[in-house]
């Protein structure tokens, strides 16, 4: 999270607070997001007992206290962020802002709204912060290079997807007509689910052909699904790569030998050692002028 777009508000005590909470270059800092973590991992560990039937029955009061108790803290939690910004709204419109008000919400609405505490769940999410504490915020590059790579390929995709879907619709009609009922193959849809199974080589077992040629075209289906796996993950990792290379490598050749896969920075040529930046002079080139001799000749 770019915390830049951020300021406390005026006063020693506010930006004090300011730091703790938004910053994590002190002990201090580091120490309350850790704690902060903690007690929200805590807090998503109590809803999940909670919804254990002989758990809820034999201390279900202590998870609604438990409940009430992080809620709380939560809720006190948000008002200090608040207080200590110069722009409170700005943060409630950020992302971590968002996710810190929907935190809290669930608990408050379950007093109108039955039911409604156990999608404080979505506390999990609040966890990210783990990667500004440990400063992990460069992983944020990584994750944009994955995602351009996954739109650049998305009609690859779409296109290897709209294909399954044909086959698993074709396979999906034959073992229809070929299945009797009592096998399971009461409808195409239900053929779907199964071709669907057997296909991501998942294989539940639930349906399961019984004739000879169903039987033929399940090993038929087994097969193709073997081979297809590979193909979205190949598409994706050559855009993975393409993007790398774009990122690392520049696309200019080299002027010497045609060498064209040089980091951005690179200055010399990796094969032959040409002067790749045409906006400087080589250091390497020295100049033969010589000021002009001065001296009086000897007599």
């Not at 300021?7 to 902060?36: C, H, M, N, Y």
């Not at 758990?55 to 939560?74: M, P, S």
């Not at 779409?158 to 009922?181: H, Q």
């Not at 294989?203 to 289906?221: C, E, H, K, N, W």
Request: hydrophobic share 45%.
């Amino acid at each position: 999270m770019n915390h830049d777009r951020f300021k406390p508000a005026a006063g020693a005590l506010r930006t004090r607070v300011f730091q703790i909470i938004f910053e994590s270059d002190t002990p201090q800092a580091k120490g309350f997001d850790i704690a902060l973590i903690g007690v929200i991992l805590a807090s998503v560990l109590v809803v999940m007992l909670e919804s254990v039937a002989q758990l809820d029955a034999d201390h279900g009061v202590w998870f609604r206290r438990f409940e009430w108790g992080f809620t709380l803290l939560f809720t006190a939690e948000l008002i200090i962020r608040l207080y200590c910004l110069e722009r409170p709204w700005q943060y409630l419109k950020s992302f971590y802002g968002v996710i810190d008000l929907v935190a809290i919400l669930p608990t408050w609405l379950a007093l109108v709204v039955p039911g409604a505490q156990s999608l404080v769940v979505v506390r999990l999410l609040r966890t990210l912060r783990i990667f500004r504490v440990l400063r992990l915020m460069e992983f944020v590059g990584e994750g944009r290079l994955l995602i351009g790579a996954l739109v650049r390929s998305s009609h690859q995709i779409f296109l290897f997807l709209f294909t399954v879907l044909m086959l698993v619709t074709i396979f999906a009609s034959l073992i229809y007509l070929i299945e009797p009922p009592e096998a399971g193959f009461t409808s195409i849809p239900t053929a779907i689910y199964w071709a669907v199974v057997t296909l991501t080589t998942v294989g539940y077992g639930d349906i399961t052909p019984v004739t000879p040629l169903g039987q033929a075209i399940s090993v038929m289906v087994m097969l193709i699904g073997y081979a297809i796996i590979a193909v979205p993950t190949g598409v994706f990792s050559a855009e993975v790569i393409r993007s790398i290379r774009a990122d690392r490598y520049s696309d200019e050749a080299c002027p010497g030998c045609g060498y064209d896969r040089h980091e951005k920075k690179a200055r010399y040529c990796l094969k032959c050692g040409t002067w790749l930046d045409e906006n400087t002079p080589d250091p390497r080139e020295e100049t033969h002028d010589e000021p002009p001799d001065t001296k009086t000749p000897r007599e």
